[in-house]
T-cell receptor, first 119, second 112 residues
């Protein structure tokens, strides 16, 4: 079964310090991996994705993620955290819809990690 | 402006009173999906649709219905809501074959 795990419910970081939000996955075939962010009282916003190519993917707001196939991980990183980065972060993996010959994938989300950046 | 809209944004209702949450998109996307978000459980897919008149169950479809009569609209129907359907609901859309999904602002539902 395909799944995503975010092992930390909450990550606390001081402003200016680097941050990492962890994600591991289990998927058959090549993984399509995503990070989304949810600010309070808002919908989810797309941050970045890995489909193929470079293992280091750059996204919005200075975030990046490193795909590691051997460790089946896709950790989200930022070199210098901002207070405004405080939000709920979701990792997701694409699960191919077998009903449609694999032409479309549904996203399977992790449970989310709350990032808190203190001044 | 490309957007996904949901209505209502907040709803308090009572057990058994039928309700509909609407989702509309102006991006001409074929794929639309409904999720519910619950603390500690992340987002779980309720139903999805690949195109007009094509819908399928997600991971937690019990107690919900959907329809896709027009490409832009994908309403979520709760025929007889129960308190365990109290949740935050999101609609999402994408082009078929395009991996990125675009989310609506969410509908917070409380069933008493």
């Amino acid at each position: 079964a395909q799944s995503v795990a975010q092992p930390e419910d909450q990550v606390n970081v001081a402003e200016g310090n680097p941050l990492t939000v962890k994600c591991t996955y289990s998927v058959s075939g090549n993984p399509y991996l995503f990070w989304y962010v949810q600010y309070p009282n808002r919908g989810l916003q797309f941050l970045l994705k890995y489909i193929t190519g470079d293992n280091l993917v750059k996204g919005s707001y200075g975030f990046e993620a490193e795909f590691n196939k051997s460790q089946t991980s896709f950790h989200l990183k930022k070199p210098s955290a901002l207070v405004s980065d405080s939000a709920l972060y979701f990792c997701a993996v694409r699960a191919l819809s077998l009903n449609y010959g694999g032409s479309q994938g549904n996203l399977i989300f992790g449970k989310g990690t709350k990032l808190s950046v203190k001044p | 402006e490309a957007q996904v809209t949901q209505n209502p944004r907040y709803l308090i209702t009572v057990t058994g009173k039928k309700l509909t949450v609407t989702c509309s998109q102006n991006m001409n996307h074929e794929y639309m999906s409904w999720y519910r978000q619950d603390p500690g459980l992340g987002l779980r897919q309720i139903y999805y649709s690949m195109n007009v008149e094509v819908t399928d169950k997600g991971d937690v479809p019990e107690g919900y219905k959907v329809s896709r009569k027009e490409k832009r609209n994908f309403p979520l129907i709760l025929e007889s809501p129960s308190p365990n359907q109290t949740s935050l609901y999101f609609c999402a859309t994408s082009m078929v074959g395009e991996e990125t999904q675009y989310f609506g602002p969410g509908t917070r539902l409380l069933v008493l």
